[in-house]
T-cell receptor, first 111, second 112 residues
Framework: QQPVQSPQAVILREGEDAVINCSSS?????VHWYRQKHGEAPVFLMI?????EQKGHEKISASFNEKKQQSSLYLTASQLSYSGTYFC????????????FGTGTRLTVIP | ETGVTQSPTHLIKTRGQQVTLRCSSQ?????VSWYQQALGQGPQFIFQ???????GRGNFPPRFSGLQFPNYSSELNVNALELDDSALYLC???????????FGDGTRLSIL
């Protein structure tokens, strides 16, 4: 039930863009995105529900392709503060909010 | 508004022992989920409690059990500890449904 994330790691210079992908082999009800900095708790970014809607949060946005059971997180004009590990959490049981997280994508932004 | 708090912060146990971890949910949140996060891995779903009832369980053996109290705080109990149980245990609370889960800072459990 664990989704697969890609890439596993990415290094960006400030101002560059990145895309993080999350794929599931099971039909998804929703996808939740979190960022975790080293030694800290995961912090909520956004939720995408079935329907393919795209959401935005500052310069971070995401999409959800229900047919492909995939979600992508888009980071534009990256800032140093974007560094951390990004996790997608997938929900396959409607409304239960039981999340199964991927192995994460480590993002490092350098000056 | 008080966030999610977990106790203790760190714990060291030996194989075969039992442990209880505690979580106080964010004010107003009636749903608590527990996760196990091994080093370099994503959080793995253990189980969720909604209004004192278990509302979903991941692929963890029965020696992982939980409880939720009327004030929505929660406990995670692990019996017969094994070396592989060494991990960061995270608690997250939410309003349920399609609402964000808010994580506590976790309990770092080490098994010797």
């Amino acid at each position: 039930q664990q989704p697969v994330q890609s890439p596993q790691a990415v290094i960006l210079r400030e101002g560059e863009d990145a895309v993080i992908n999350c794929s599931s082999s099971k039909a998804l009800y929703s996808v939740h995105w979190y960022r975790q900095k080293h030694g800290e708790a995961p912090v909520f970014l956004m939720i995408l529900l079935k329907g393919g809607e795209q959401k935005g949060h500052e310069k971070i946005s995401a999409s959800f392709n229900e047919k492909k059971q995939q979600s992508s997180l888009y980071l534009t004009a990256s800032q140093l503060s974007y560094s951390g590990t990004y996790f997608c959490g997938t929900e396959i049981r409607t409304g239960a909010n039981n999340l199964f997280f991927g192995t994460g994508t480590r993002l490092t932004v350098i000056p | 508004e008080t966030g999610v708090t977990q106790s203790p912060t760190h714990l060291i146990k030996t194989r075969g022992q039992q442990v209880t971890l505690r979580c106080s949910s964010q004010s107003g949140h009636n749903t608590v989920s527990w996760y196990q996060q091994a080093l370099g891995q994503g959080p793995q779903f253990i189980f969720q409690y909604y209004r004192e009832e278990e509302n979903g369980r991941g692929n963890f053996p029965p020696r992982f059990s939980g409880l939720q109290f009327p004030n929505y705080s929660s406990e995670l109990n692990v019996n017969a500890l094994e070396l592989d149980d060494s991990a960061l245990y995270l608690c997250a609370s939410s309003l349920g449904g399609e609402q964000p889960q808010h994580f506590g800072d976790g309990t770092r459990l080490s098994i010797l």
